[in-house]
């Protein structure tokens, strides 16, 4: 299975290293951001799919959803894949020997364009269980592809993606006593948010990238059943426009969603449909900014990148593109 797409900012060539980093962010979460780095493609082209919600052992259409993501990657050549959580249901990994990670994960993505590196980000079920096994390197063992980590930057030549840990972010799972959360490595949660948010800042105010998308798990902005978070609008929307992000990619929500901001050129899209959704939660009032798409099944989306062009399909789970999106990036205009 390939893994060779990632590799450390400082070590090109050495994979040993980048594992390194990553043992040590397991055991210090305040360490400064990894950087990774991805090529792009011959022609200076970047292409990958996003899903989020998905790690249900192939039930809830996830299987059907894995299927088509498989079509598409061929079709479109994608350089790796992105998750935006919630990744094994629904309490994450109960440790490194789980079966849930190759009985939702492996076994399910087998087709030959998915096997590129995946990048993933942890959802707030993944914080159900252990969360050092599942952004653990060992892991790797079992399945080259896998990459998640609590928060991480990826550099392309034409793109950067700021993975940011969003579930800390919201105080009511840390009053939930319905559930078990494993808060290892996160608190004091003020520390933690504010080593974080000190180090986001300092990465997209130094990104030359001419592409800024920002990866978390919970929305920004939504039309579903959580809707908007109110800690990521307040804490790190006004960061988002002040460094001219493009794109706040998230999962969560059990849809498709694209909404467009009104008052920067921030597009806030959601693909948090890998497997379970959840028919008729849209929130028939949901005015604040523009919402061009909406869909309540499952499915996936698409993202294409050029230096000035960037193109956004959504895809339901028998292939069908649901939505489209195009944007010129010297005029910040989108048709």
């Avoid at 009985?103 to 030959?112: H, N, W």
């Avoid at 006593?177 to 494993?182: E, F, I, L, V, W």
């Avoid at 948010?193 to 939504?222: F, M, N, P, Q, Y």
Wanted: aromatic content about 12%; overall charge negative.
């Amino acid at each position: 299975m390939a893994g060779h797409g990632f590799y450390s900012k400082s070590q090109a060539s050495c994979i040993g290293v980048a594992i390194l980093f990553c043992t040590s962010l397991v055991i210090s979460s305040f360490a400064e951001l990894e950087r990774l780095e991805h090529p792009v493609k011959g022609d200076g082209s970047l292409s990958f799919l996003v899903v989020g919600d998905w790690g249900r052992r192939g039930f809830y259409n996830q299987s059907h959803v894995a299927f088509q993501m498989g079509k598409i990657g061929e079709k479109l050549d994608i350089d790796f894949v992105v998750s935006t959580g919630d990744n094994f249901y629904d309490n994450g990994l109960t440790g490194l020997n789980d079966q849930a990670f190759e009985e939702s994960f492996t076994k399910i993505y087998t087709a030959t364009s998915l096997q590129k590196q995946w990048y993933s980000v942890l959802g707030n079920h993944d914080y159900r269980g252990d969360v050092a096994a599942q952004v653990h390197p060992a892991l790797r063992k079992v399945d080259s592809r896998w990459l998640c980590l609590r928060s991480f930057i990826l550099n392309t030549e034409i793109a950067g993606l700021f993975f940011v840990d969003t579930t800390p972010f919201v105080i009511d799972y840390f009053t939930d006593m319905d559930h078990t959360y494993d808060w290892r490595g996160v608190t004091p949660r003020k520390a933690y948010l504010d080593s974080l948010i000190k180090d986001l800042e300092s990465a997209l105010s130094e990104s030359t990238a001419r592409w800024k998308i920002v990866v978390g798990h919970h929305a920004i902005k939504s039309a579903g059943y959580h809707g908007d978070t109110k800690e990521l609008n307040d804490l790190l929307l006004p960061m988002l426009k002040a460094y001219n992000v493009d794109m706040y990619v998230n999962g969560h929500d059990h849809c498709l969603e694209h909404i467009s901001s009104l008052d920067s050129p921030i597009q806030y899209l959601t693909s948090g449909a890998g497997s379970k959704a959840w028919r008729g939660d849209l929130n028939q009032n949901y005015k604040e900014d523009d919402l061009k798409f909406f869909y309540d099944g499952q499915g996936f989306m698409a993202v294409q990148l050029t230096n000035n062009d960037a193109e956004i399909k959504f895809y339901n789970a028998f292939g069908k593109i649901l939505h489209e999106w195009k944007a010129l990036k010297e005029l910040h205009s989108a048709v």
